[in-house]
């Protein structure tokens, strides 16, 4: 009978519970899975219909099971559906793409955004039920006051965010990755610690009804991987 712990170490292991699957098993659970997030599409038009609390908790939780350097988890994720607070993060966050779209986007950059419709108005950060704030902690504070850093933060933050985004669209919502910039902002009206700055900002919730999205391609599978037999 295998050991359900061991010690390496000093530190405690438990066994790992692999289901195994057989061939046939995943090419399905595969396919699958590819044809629903295939589905996926970010939306900028949001019906204000209620979402449960407690399903953002649960796609938040399953944000945090990503991977990180050394297990230190360096994210926050700030769960909003105050109103007032939502309007005032909309105000602070179009003044930043008023600023982007007028002074700092060139010609380039405005023609590959024309095929998607978004301009420097950002409604959703109101109409949208909820807004999820990810924030990085690229370091923490240590008993005595001291400041420790942590590793791979972005990496680890990224990874949090695509598996948040995953969830969303698991739990049958809707989100858009939204960052404006710069995000000082979000900070200051959360009133978050200085270990803690904004990294992404996603509106969740469901779509408005009806809803027309981009006709957009995604690159086939010769164009994003490379296999070495």
Request: hydrophobic content about 35%.
């Amino acid at each position: 009978m295998n050991k359900k712990d061991i010690n390496i170490d000093g530190f405690r292991h438990i066994l790992y519970q692999h289901r195994s699957l057989s061939n046939d098993q995943m090419q399905q659970k595969s396919e699958d899975f590819y044809d629903w997030m295939n589905q996926r599409r970010s939306i900028r038009e949001f019906s204000d219909k209620n979402v449960p609390k407690s399903v953002i908790e649960n796609i938040i939780k399953t944000a945090s099971t990503a991977p990180s350097g050394a297990h230190k988890q360096p994210w926050t994720f700030c769960a909003i559906s105050n109103k007032d607070l939502k309007h005032q993060i909309r105000l602070a966050a179009e003044a930043e793409e008023k600023e982007t779209y007028e002074n700092r986007m060139g010609e380039r950059w405005k023609n590959d955004l024309a095929p998607i419709a978004t301009d420097m108005y950002k409604p959703f950060l109101e109409i949208a039920p909820w807004l999820i704030i990810a924030c990085k902690r690229p370091y923490e504070y240590k008993d005595d006051g001291s400041k420790v850093n942590n590793y791979y933060v972005n990496e680890s933050v990224g990874l949090a965010c695509g598996m948040l985004i995953t969830a969303i669209h698991n739990a049958g919502l809707v989100t858009l990755t939204h960052t404006p910039s710069p995000m000082k902002f979000l900070t200051r009206l959360l009133k978050r610690p200085e270990n803690e700055r904004a990294f992404l900002l996603l509106p969740v919730g469901y779509p408005k009804q009806p809803v027309f999205v981009p006709d957009l391609k995604r690159k086939d599978l010769n164009e994003v991987a490379v296999f070495y037999e």
